[in-house]
T-cell receptor, first 116, second 113 residues
Framework: GAVVSQHPSWVICKSGTSVKIECRSLDFQATTMFWYRQFPKQSLMLMATSNEGSKATYEQGVEKDKFLINHASLTLSTLTVTSAHPEDSSFYIC????????????FGPGTRLTVL | GENVEQHPSTLSVQEGDSAVIKCTYSDSASNYFPWYKQELGKRPQLIIDIRSNVGEKKDQRIAVTLNKTAKHFSLHITETQPEDSAVYFCAASKGVGSNQFYFGTGTSLTVIP
């Protein structure tokens, strides 16, 4: 149980275009999901907390107009990187917790974004 | 916000030896401390976690200790094996209601056969 998937697993796009990444909880409902960014050989940096039915909460320094988050259902959160630039190239990972008193987060397999 | 520091950044040990990775955190409200193992290009996998009401937890060859007063916690791996080679991350969270994870900078562990 507690499986999280992401789609696509990798994407290459041209500078200036927008890219949407999906995060799904496959066997549980996730009222809250989290989005992280990981540059090569670096740590996971929390970008935002995605809340079902309400606005996402962004970490300090993360541009909410550039990284649009939508959590329209209890099993799906999407991250849209708008007007992508080469510096946005990174590994984007989502996670969710069970909200049952367990604090563990279950991570998706990640999406490798390359902006040319 | 929370600031988690992790040391060392790289660690090489001989197979069978022990490995210790240390983390410190800044926010005294943090009360959940997981450790994740990540292989290259893959998702992080939870290996052990500890809550602030416990000082130590052990699972076979892996143990975690927590000193809440000093705001530091450590991962101990005994009898290391080559398959333990990976990047390990510690994290801190306030838990229920505010379960954002703030990760340490990571430790690349190499176990030499």
């Amino acid at each position: 149980g507690a499986v999280v998937s992401q789609h696509p697993s990798w994407v290459i796009c041209k500078s200036g275009t927008s890219v949407k990444i999906e995060c799904r909880s496959l066997d549980f409902q996730a009222t809250t999901m989290f989005w992280y960014r990981q540059f090569p050989k670096q740590s996971l940096m929390l970008m935002a907390t995605s809340n079902e039915g309400s606005k996402a909460t962004y970490e300090q320094g993360v541009e909410k107009d550039k990284f649009l988050i939508n959590h329209a259902s209890l099993t799906l959160s999407t991250l849209t990187v708008t007007s992508a630039h080469p510096e946005d190239s990174s590994f984007y990972i989502c996670s969710a917790d069970l909200r049952t008193g367990r604090f563990e987060q279950f991570f998706g397999p990640g999406t490798r974004l390359t902006v040319l | 916000g929370e600031n988690v520091e992790q040391h060392p950044s790289t660690l090489s040990v001989q197979e069978g030896d022990s490995a210790v990775i240390k983390c410190t955190y800044s926010d005294s409200a943090s009360n959940y401390f997981p450790w994740y193992k990540q292989e290259l290009g893959k998702r992080p996998q939870l290996i052990i976690d500890i809550r602030s009401n416990v000082g130590e937890k052990k699972d076979q060859r892996i143990a975690v200790t927590l000193n809440k007063t000093a705001k530091h916690f450590s991962l101990h791996i005994t009898e290391t094996q080559p398959e333990d080679s990976a990047v390990y991350f510690c994290a801190a969270s306030k838990g229920v209601g505010s379960n954002q994870f703030y990760f340490g900078t990571g430790t690349s562990l190499t176990v030499i056969p």
